[in-house]
């Protein structure tokens, strides 16, 4: 049987004790130890995580879980999409180029427009979410 209780840092402290030791569950139990209700950890997505939290209910400590996002996983994807803008930049100025000295565009100007946007627009909603 499990037994736990939360130490004075805000730690869960988790016990395994036979039933049958009646001696060892009347010392957990004087030293604040409930009966442990676990739960099954949620699946996650990427750039989520899985983080727990306890309660006493009822005499016992029962688990419960939250999803959220993932702050380090979603920082390295805004990371890696910044680049990837940056990346494109001297498209950006190839075309500005061309222009003022009325040369035909290298690039597609409403095709490069609209894959920067997205990438701006995937920013933007990555940056929402921490």
Same mark, same amino acid.
């Given at each position: 049987?499990?037994?736990?209780?939360i130490d004075n840092e805000g730690m869960i402290d988790v016990r395994? %004790?036979?039933?049958?030791?009646?001696?060892?569950?009347?010392?957990?139990r004087n030293a604040g130890f409930l009966n442990l209700v676990s739960s099954i950890q /949620?699946? *996650? $997505?990427?750039?989520?995580?899985?983080v727990d939290s306890y309660k006493e209910?009822?005499?016992?400590? *029962?688990? @419960?879980? &939250? *999803?959220?996002? !993932? +702050?380090?996983?979603t920082q390295k994807k805004i990371d890696n999409l910044k680049e990837v803008l940056s990346s +494109?930049? @001297?498209k950006v100025i190839k %075309?500005? &180029?061309a222009s003022l000295i009325g040369e035909q565009m /290298?690039? !597609?100007?409403? &095709?490069?427009?609209?894959?920067? $946007? +997205?990438?701006r627009d995937e920013i933007n909603r990555l940056e929402s979410l921490i």
């Amino acid at each position: 049987m499990e037994l736990a209780k939360i130490d004075n840092e805000g730690m869960i402290d988790v016990r395994f %004790c036979d039933p049958n030791n009646g001696v060892k569950m009347a010392n957990l139990r004087n030293a604040g130890f409930l009966n442990l209700v676990s739960s099954i950890q /949620p699946t *996650v $997505q990427d750039g989520e995580v899985a983080v727990d939290s306890y309660k006493e209910e009822n005499g016992k400590l *029962v688990q @419960y879980w &939250e *999803v959220k996002v !993932d +702050s380090v996983y979603t920082q390295k994807k805004i990371d890696n999409l910044k680049e990837v803008l940056s990346s +494109s930049d @001297y498209k950006v100025i190839k %075309c500005q &180029e061309a222009s003022l000295i009325g040369e035909q565009m /290298p690039y !597609d100007v409403d &095709e490069l427009h609209k894959e920067r $946007q +997205s990438i701006r627009d995937e920013i933007n909603r990555l940056e929402s979410l921490i």
